[in-house]
T-cell receptor
Framework: EAGVAQSPRYKIIEKRQSVAFWCNPI?????LYWYQQILGQGPKLLIQ????????DSQLPKDRFSAERLKGVDSTLKIQPAKLEDSAVYLC???????????FGPGTRLTVL | DAKTTQPPSMDCAEGRAANLPCNHS???????VYWYRQIHSQGPQYIIH???NNETNEMASLIITEDRKSSTLILPHATLRDTAVYYC??????????????FGTGTSLTVIP
C-alpha cells in the first residue's frame, strides 16, 4: 500500500512570498490532516478534512493560511504571504474508519528567509 | 494543550529494554492512549494504542496502570534504529474525528551502542 505522498520535500522562500504544499493521502482515506511542526516541538494540527469538508480549522491562521480538498482526495495548503515564523515542517496525514490511527507523510520542510 | 506528561529525554543501551513513561492523570473514560515515534527528518509513525488492557504488537508493548493515569511503552530489545522522539497522546479511538491529536514535546530516546 502506497503511503501518504507530499511535495515538495523542501522549499526555501523569502518573507512575503507565497508558497503551496501538496498532499495525496492513502487511497480511500476520507480524513486528511495538515500539521505544522516547528523545530523542537511536536506537530500541531492546522486543519482537518472529512472528505472535502472542513472538520476543524480552529488552529489555522486564516489571515495567511488556506487549504482546500476540492474532490475529497488530494489537498493543498497555501501560505500567502509567508512570515519568518512560518519556517517549519508541514506534515500531512490521513485516516479511515478501518485503520487504527493517522498515517503520516514525510513532510515538507519550509524555510522562510 | 497536551494532556500527557513525558520526560524530555532518556538513554538506553542497545539490546536492553527501553521503558518510556507517560502520565495522563486527566484521561477520560473513552480516551485511548496512543504512542507514536518520530525518527529524525521523517513523519510520525504509529506504534501502538490501548484503552485499559495491556497491548503488544511487533513493535512494542503498552502497559497501562489499573487507574489509567499512567502508562509505559516498552521496546523489548532496543536497537540504534529506535533512536527517535516518542509521543504519548490520549484521545478517543478512531474513527472519532471530533478531537485534536495533541502531540506535546515527547521523549527523545537515544539508544547507545
Amino acid at each position: 500500500e502506497a503511503g501518504v505522498a507530499q511535495s515538495p520535500r523542501y522549499k526555501i522562500i523569502e518573507k512575503r512570498q507565497s508558497v503551496a504544499f501538496w498532499c495525496n493521502p492513502i487511497s480511500g482515506h476520507a480524513t486528511l490532516y495538515w500539521y505544522q511542526q516547528i523545530l523542537g516541538q511536536g506537530p500541531k494540527l492546522l486543519i482537518q478534512f472529512q472528505n472535502n469538508g472542513v472538520v476543524d480549522d480552529s488552529q489555522l491562521p486564516k489571515d495567511r493560511f488556506s487549504a482546500e480538498r476540492l474532490k475529497g482526495v488530494d489537498s493543498t495548503l497555501k501560505i500567502q504571504p509567508a512570515k519568518l515564523e512560518d519556517s517549519a515542517v508541514y506534515l500531512c496525514a490521513s485516516s479511515s474508519p478501518t485503520v487504527k490511527s493517522q498515517l503520516f507523510g514525510p513532510g515538507t520542510r519550509l524555510t522562510v528567509l | 494543550d497536551a494532556k500527557t506528561t513525558q520526560p524530555p529525554s532518556m538513554d538506553c543501551a542497545e539490546g536492553r529494554a527501553a521503558n518510556l513513561p507517560c502520565n495522563h492523570s486527566t484521561i477520560s473514560g473513552n480516551e485511548y492512549v496512543y504512542w507514536y515515534r518520530q525518527i529524525h527528518s521523517q513523519g510520525p509513525q504509529y506504534i501502538i494504542h490501548g484503552l485499559k488492557n495491556n497491548e503488544t504488537n511487533e513493535m512494542a508493548s503498552l502497559i497501562i496502570t489499573e487507574d489509567r493515569k499512567s502508562s509505559t511503552l516498552i521496546l523489548p530489545h532496543a536497537t540504534l534504529r529506535d533512536t527517535a522522539v516518542y509521543y504519548c497522546i490520549v484521545r478517543p479511538a478512531f474513527p472519532n474525528t471530533g478531537n485534536q491529536f495533541y502531540f506535546g514535546t515527547g521523549t527523545s530516546l537515544t539508544v547507545i551502542p
